[in-house]
């Protein structure tokens, strides 16, 4: 059974940190592109970052352009989202997901994770 799982978010102050994981099993996903989405509430899912399958290209919305890193552990079949200079804009249930390109990654994840939390207070 594939599955990806979330771990990472929690509440913190605005101009804090946090690193969210995601943890592949089930297959290895070394030939995915693997990436981040979060929705607010009220809203729609939103992309935040991708990372291509050999890790050498990242790819990030506008919004978190230089505050959010992605990068991915190929040998142990997980990917991180350091997010730093939090706002209360980036509050959100974000979620881990895979696809077999970097084009199915934005149009139509092959897997998706549960969703961790991440809210940021003023």
């Known amino acids: 059974q594939v599955q990806l799982v979330e771990s990472g978010g929690g509440l913190v102050q605005a101009g804090g940190s946090l690193r969210l994981s995601c943890a592949a099993s089930g297959r290895t996903f070394s030939s995915y592109a693997m990436g981040w989405f979060r929705q607010a509430p009220g809203e729609d899912r939103e992309f935040v970052a991708a990372?291509?399958?050999?890790?050498?290209?990242?790819y990030y919305a506008d919004s978190v352009k230089g505050r959010f890193t992605i990068s991915r552990d190929t040998a142990e079949n997980t990917m991180h989202l350091q997010m730093d200079s939090l706002n209360p804009g980036d509050t959100a249930l974000y979620y881990c997901?895979?696809?077999?390109?970097?084009?199915?990654?934005?149009?139509?994840?092959?897997?998706w994770g549960q969703g961790t939390q991440v809210t940021v207070s003023s």
């Open positions: 997901a895979a696809g077999s390109s970097l084009f199915d990654l934005y149009s139509d994840p092959d897997y």
């Open positions: 990372i291509n399958w050999g890790g050498d290209r990242t």
